[in-house]
Nanobody, 122 residues
């Protein structure tokens, strides 16, 4: 499966942004999915995950109650709604298709999108 993330940009603290990730080559419904983020020099950190049919979601403590992950399998698209953003949310955001293991470990995912940059100004 190939993944294409989009929707990043510059947003003021307290604002909102929605990221999208479109899958091609194989149906999105075959995969649990995740969003990760990475700041230069740091590891890629788990942000949110969602199971194949969308009825179970998982969040990092740092984004719980602010971010929401969802999916539309008919559109082969994964979303991350980011509300009440903070400067510390600034990072490159990646979507990924889970192949094994738990949702929070990057090694559980083999297929990654190219990343989309989110910059939050204070």
């Amino acid at each position: 499966v190939q993944l294409q993330a989009s929707g990043g940009g510059l947003v003021q603290a307290g604002g909102s942004l929605r990221l999208s990730c479109v899958a091609s080559g194989r149906a999105l419904s075959n995969y649990g999915m995740g969003w990760f983020r990475q700041v230069p020099g740091n590891d890629r950190d788990f942000v949110a995950g969602i199971n194949r049919n969308g009825d179970s979601t998982y969040y990092a403590d740092s984004v719980k109650d602010r971010f929401s992950i969802s999916r539309d399998n008919h559109k082969n698209t994964l979303y991350l709604q980011m509300n009440s953003v903070k400067p510390e949310d600034t990072a490159v955001y990646y979507c990924a298709a889970r192949n094994r293991g738990d949702y929070i470990t990057a090694n559980s995912y083999d297929n990654w999108g190219q990343g989309t940059l989110v910059t939050v100004s204070s």
